[in-house]
């Protein structure tokens, strides 16, 4: 499965057969883990194994049945923490689903939530993401137009196209879809967050700048991997 691909056929999995993931898997996305905390300065951590997976359960809404593994998107505080974990967070959510596995975003009611990980002084929890193997493969949401979320127009170069699309295919907190992208008559991309009462717009930023540059082949971002 390409990138591409992974980006079409993913979808928010909330129930998963409990099946562990073997060792291979596990090292497999320990390494990308390692990769995202070395380049984005995260603490991101894959906790596997554990059946109270307490942090999902005390997911801002939605029922979660059958999670044992999850991963930790955490950080020092900061400005920038939110986009960066979206980025990151979202760049593990497609390897996964390359590895045949599913997975979902979890907000949660608290900052302080129990599970089996650790934090430094001055770190947060932004989210958790659940990872296994799903009991379906999940459904496709209801999603806005291109025009809803960007300046593109019928002359719109095909790279922007692409990467708006991409954009609209990307999970966002209660599927707000709160971005926009606008292509500046000098070439420059411009991805902004809009306002929301549920927040996590930043959060939502960062994943949605990840589906662009995939999609488009055009760095919008000042992350790497
Ligand atoms: C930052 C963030 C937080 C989320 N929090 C939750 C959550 O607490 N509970 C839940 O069931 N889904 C949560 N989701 C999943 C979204 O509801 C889901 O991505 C959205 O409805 C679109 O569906 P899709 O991912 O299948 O495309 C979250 C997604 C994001 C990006």
Not at 55 to 77: H, L
Request: aromatic content about 8%.
């Amino acid at each position: 499965m390409t990138l591409l691909e992974a980006i079409e056929s993913r979808h928010s999995v909330r129930s998963y057969t409990g099946k562990p993931l073997d060792g291979a898997t596990i090292s497999a996305l320990q390494q990308q883990i390692d990769r995202c905390n070395a380049n984005g300065r995260l603490h991101i951590q894959l906790v596997t194994n554990e059946p109270q997976a307490s942090p999902c359960r005390m997911a801002r809404y939605g029922k979660f049945s059958g999670v044992t593994n999850y991963i930790v998107m955490a950080g020092q505080r900061s400005e920038d923490l939110d986009e960066r974990v979206g980025y990151y967070g979202e760049h593990l959510v497609l390897e996964a689903q390359m590895m045949g596995l599913n997975t979902c975003w979890v907000g949660l009611t608290y900052s302080k939530i129990p599970g089996a990980f650790n934090l430094a002084e001055g770190e947060k929890v932004v989210a958790v993401i659940s990872i296994g193997y799903g009991s379906t493969a999940g459904t496709t949401h209801k999603i806005k137009k291109a025009g809803d979320v960007s300046n593109v127009t019928a002359d719109s170069p095909e790279w922007f196209v692409n990467g708006v699309k991409a954009a609209l295919l990307a999970p966002t907190a209660v599927n707000q879809q709160k971005f926009r992208f606008t292509l500046e008559p000098s070439g420059k991309v411009a991805a902004t967050a809009r306002f929301s009462l549920v927040g996590y717009t930043h959060v939502d930023l960062g994943i949605v700048k990840y589906h662009f540059e995939a999609a488009s082949g055009h760095k919008i971002s000042n992350y790497s991997l």
